[in-house]
Nanobody, 127 residues
């Protein structure tokens, strides 16, 4: 069983920055065996892929809407994945979720390949 707990959301003005964290744990959970992703969702819309990172952190990819503004990283010693969000826009407002997957391949945007999810953290960007 994998537990994922996000933190770091909040209210920020457009152009500002936030850093989200996701701490992973579990009795038999090996963080380094999992690729990690961030998704976001607004009411009435499907969950949207944001960014993903492979097991070691050597490979990442992003949604076109956030590329160049957001950076995903991980610290395997701390079982934590991060999402640094810069130059935030009002359209980035959403609940952000981290997720874990045993599979990683660049260009996979589907939430269906992720087996564990956090409870989400809300990000609100004011104009």
């Amino acid at each position: 069983q994998v537990q994922l707990v996000e933190s770091g959301g909040g209210l920020v003005q457009a152009g500002g920055s936030l850093r989200l964290s996701c701490a992973a744990s579990g009795r038999t959970f090996m963080f380094i065996n999992y690729a990690m992703g961030w998704f976001r969702q607004v009411p009435g819309k499907e969950r949207e892929f944001v960014a993903a990172i492979n097991y070691s952190g050597s490979s990442t990819y992003y949604a076109a809407s956030v590329k160049g503004r957001f950076t995903i990283s991980r610290d395997n010693a701390k079982n934590t994945v991060y999402l640094q969000m810069n130059s935030l826009k009002p359209e980035d407002t959403a609940v952000y979720y981290c997720a874990a997957s045993l599979r990683y391949y660049s260009g996979n945007y589907s939430p269906g390949t992720y087996s564990a999810w956090g409870q989400g953290t809300r990000v609100t960007v004011s104009s």
